[in-house]
């Protein structure tokens, strides 16, 4: 055999070794679901321990681990119904907005006024004690009006309402540092109605109790 049948087939065999191992899968890899089977990058969300989710409407999107939201708000998911579960209620400044306990307290306004009829000391009275005998919750006070008058001016009215009745509550020993208040104008009413019927229900202010997540 000379020299040049030598190199032949000892170049034969090199491409036949090297097609061989290129031929060859990568053992223990499980792949993702939807499709993915690239690496996950170091830092990105899959090497967290997030999932990309694919599909209609959804193609490619991370998503965190489903605790993740729980726990960057200061809530246990073993409490709040689930790993992915908040407690029910918005959130605000950390607190958990509860808008049932306060709702029969809700105060009237005469039209075009802010001062607190007689008829309504009762209800903030009781909201009052209840806020002194709870020195863990806080609590939100939203000024309201009816559809009459400029935007301008029942924005104003509706604060200065909130206002009346946070004093209100001050005088009868509540901090002053937790009782906040919000002016919405006409732009929430509780009544879609043009007329007085609608309209003695829209002058008005209501009561959010903020609780803790802790004790929800």
Not at 6 to 29: E, Q, T
Request: charged share 25%.
């Amino acid at each position: 055999m000379n020299c040049l049948t030598k190199l032949g087939l000892i170049a034969l065999l090199a491409v036949v070794a090297i097609g061989s191992g290129c031929s060859k899968k990568p053992k223990n890899i499980t792949p993702i679901p939807n499709g993915y089977n690239g690496s996950a990058a170091p830092g990105s969300d899959l090497s967290q321990g997030g999932a990309l989710r694919g599909g209609p409407g959804n193609s490619g999107r991370f998503t965190q681990p489903t605790d993740t939201a729980p726990r960057e708000l200061g809530i246990d998911p073993s409490k709040a119904g689930g790993s992915n579960e908040l407690p029910s209620g918005n959130l605000r400044d950390g607190k958990i907005e509860d808008r049932e306990t306060f709702k029969a307290n809700t105060v009237y306004f005469e039209y075009d006024k802010s001062a607190i009829k007689s008829s309504e000391l009762a209800k903030i009275a009781a909201v009052a004690e209840h806020l002194k005998s709870h020195a863990e919750a806080s609590l939100a006070v939203e000024g309201h009006c009816d559809e009459r008058g400029t935007e301008e001016y029942n924005r104003s009215l509706s604060e200065r309402r909130a206002l009346s009745i946070r004093e209100r509550l001050v005088n009868l020993g509540v901090s002053a540092n937790r009782v906040t208040t919000e002016a919405f104008g006409e732009d929430k009413p509780a009544d879609l109605g043009h007329d007085e019927s609608a309209w003695s229900k829209n002058r008005r202010g209501e009561f959010i109790l903020l609780v803790p997540p802790s004790l929800k």
